[in-house]
């Protein structure tokens, strides 16, 4: 066990509708991550906030969205889906902001099925 | 932007030593990761090298890092059918002060009894 905690396990939805990530830290750590793992793209980077503020980005769709909260847990909001935003979505936290070594827990990760 | 590259997939069997290689393109790195991901679970972290080193060993775990060819491995002493998993190679891929990670596509490691 990471520490990490990801909700919902699963989720099942249809094209065009909207659904929350949530993610809460390993306790202590103040950034947090959020990856997508697909079949075709493999492990893919989206976004990085520490201690609340955005810190950094990868290819992050305009559809997506992320926040972290004062209380340092994290939502990923996904809007308009799409069939190819089904995938499996990670969110990993870590002490520092990063410039290494800082290991990044992962949690067990979100799948989502856009139907 | 940063690349990195893997083999897909490495079968070996129970008692042998496994390798698993990365490649990548950005030679400004600070430290190169290797993460295991076991089937349905989230990627944990393996080990890490600096990129002033050549060479670190962990137990049944040694990474060599060849910066001139941007070039890392993996190397699984005595492997065992638990050590079954994807491993994927992971770089920084943004400024310093970020954890951003570019990882590979990950290597499948198959450990025949």
């Known amino acids: 066990d990471s520490g990490v905690t990801q909700t919902p396990k699963h989720l099942i939805t249809a094209t065009g509708q909207r659904v929350t990530l949530r993610c809460s830290p390993r306790?202590?750590?103040?950034?947090v991550y959020w990856y997508q793992q697909s079949l075709d793209q493999g492990l893919q980077f989206l976004i990085q906030?520490?201690?609340?503020?955005?810190?950094a980005k990868g290819n992050i769709l305009e559809r997506f969205s992320a926040q972290q909260f004062p209380d340092l847990h994290s939502e990923l909001n996904l809007s308009s889906l799409e069939l190819g935003d089904s995938a499996l979505y990670f969110c990993?936290?870590?002490?520092?902001?990063?410039?290494?070594?800082?290991?990044?827990?992962f949690g067990p990760g979100t799948r989502l099925t856009v139907l | 932007g940063e690349d990195v590259e893997q083999s897909l997939f490495l079968s070996v069997r129970e008692g042998d030593s496994s390798v698993i290689n990365c490649t990548y393109t950005?030679?400004?790195?600070?430290?190169l990761y290797w993460y295991k991901q076991e089937p349905g679970a989230g990627l944990q972290l393996l080990t890490y090298?600096?990129?002033?080193?050549d060479m670190k060993q962990d137990q049944r775990l040694t990474v060599l890092l060849n910066k001139k060819d941007k070039h890392l491995s993996l190397r699984i002493a005595d492997t065992q059918t638990g050590d079954s998993a994807i491993y994927f190679c992971?770089?920084?891929?943004?400024?310093?002060?970020?954890?951003?990670?570019?990882f590979g596509q990950g290597t499948t490691l198959q450990v025949k009894p």
């Open positions: 906030y520490y201690n609340g503020e955005e810190r």
């Open positions: 090298i600096f990129s002033n080193m």
């Open positions: 950005d030679s400004s790195s600070t430290y």
């Open positions: 306790s202590g750590d103040l950034s």
């Open positions: 992971a770089v920084p891929g943004g400024s310093s002060n970020t954890g951003k990670l570019i």
């Open positions: 990993a936290s870590s002490a520092t902001s990063g410039g290494g070594p800082d290991t990044q827990y």
